[in-house]
């Protein structure tokens, strides 16, 4: 199993960045899918991004498009999540969640269930 730690958390006006990154140990990265997802006190777990094992395809929650982008770096075993234009809905603690064994390489998971290894998440707080 993939050992996942999330860092780039903080506190954040409305408006401003914040660069999460989400370091991964053990097995390759190569042949993994992975994605974002956040939860806030008192709310389900979310779908935020996920991104196919190939790379080549991402997609994101209606709620972030636009200002949010997702990249990886499988030398590295880097998983990145860019937040821009910040909103205080947007306080949660983020986490990135990687699944192994994927038949299609080009498909992107949107639910918890779909993932194999989690990290143990970073605050983000956006105030206003």
């Known amino acids: 199993q993939v050992q996942l730690v999330e860092s780039g958390g903080g506190l954040v006006q409305a408006g401003g960045s914040l660069r999460l990154s989400c370091a991964g140990s053990?097995?390759?990265?190569?042949?993994?899918?992975m994605g974002w997802f956040r939860q806030a006190p008192g709310k389900e777990r979310e779908f935020v991004a996920a991104m196919s094992q190939s790379g080549d395809n991402t997609i994101y929650a209606e709620s972030v498009k636009g200002r949010f982008t997702m990249s990886r770096d499988n030398a590295k075993k880097m998983i990145y999540l860019q937040m821009n234009s910040l909103k205080p809905e947007d306080t949660a603690v983020y986490y990135c969640a990687v699944r192994e064994g994927t038949y299609y390489i080009y498909a992107m998971y949107t639910k918890n269930y779909e993932y194999d290894s989690w990290g143990q998440g970073t605050q983000v707080t956006v105030s206003s």
């Open positions: 053990g097995r390759t990265f190569r042949n993994v899918a």
